[in-house]
């Protein structure tokens, strides 16, 4: 396994507004999907960066760190070798049809992702 690059960065805030007006209106960037519960952006070389607000469950166990997405070239097999040597998976592995991914915990207690895949997350 090895990581080719950052792929993804998720934020988790109860400061929802604030934290989208920053990355929209201050940074300039367009949300590409948005609901009351979180918006979707995507940066100049496709990497997607989204905000998630107190309205969203689905993420709660990000905490109040940011996620950073890893990008590999096989989500399903870095993830074995995450199991294997004994890291603790959050998630199973996920798919969208394009993208496959999941969260582990790291030694310092933080979220991480292992992604791989198109659409704009890998």
Known sequence: ?????????????????????LYR?????????????????????GTELHVYGPADDDHRFFGTAPVV?????????????LEAAGVT?????????EAAWCHF?????NVYELISGAGGRA
């Open 69 to 81: 997405g890893l990008s590999v070239e096989d989500a399903a097999a870095a993830r074995e070798r």
């Open 25 to 45: 209106d201050v940074l300039g960037l367009e949300p590409f999907r948005s609901d009351e519960a979180s918006v979707r952006f995507r940066l100049g070389d």
């Open 105 to 109: 915990e790291g030694p310092d207690g």
């Open 1 to 21: 396994m090895t990581v080719q690059r950052l792929g993804w960065l998720g934020v988790r805030t109860d400061r929802f507004a604030e934290t989208v007006a």
């Open 89 to 97: 998976l959050l998630t199973e592995l996920e798919s969208d049809g």
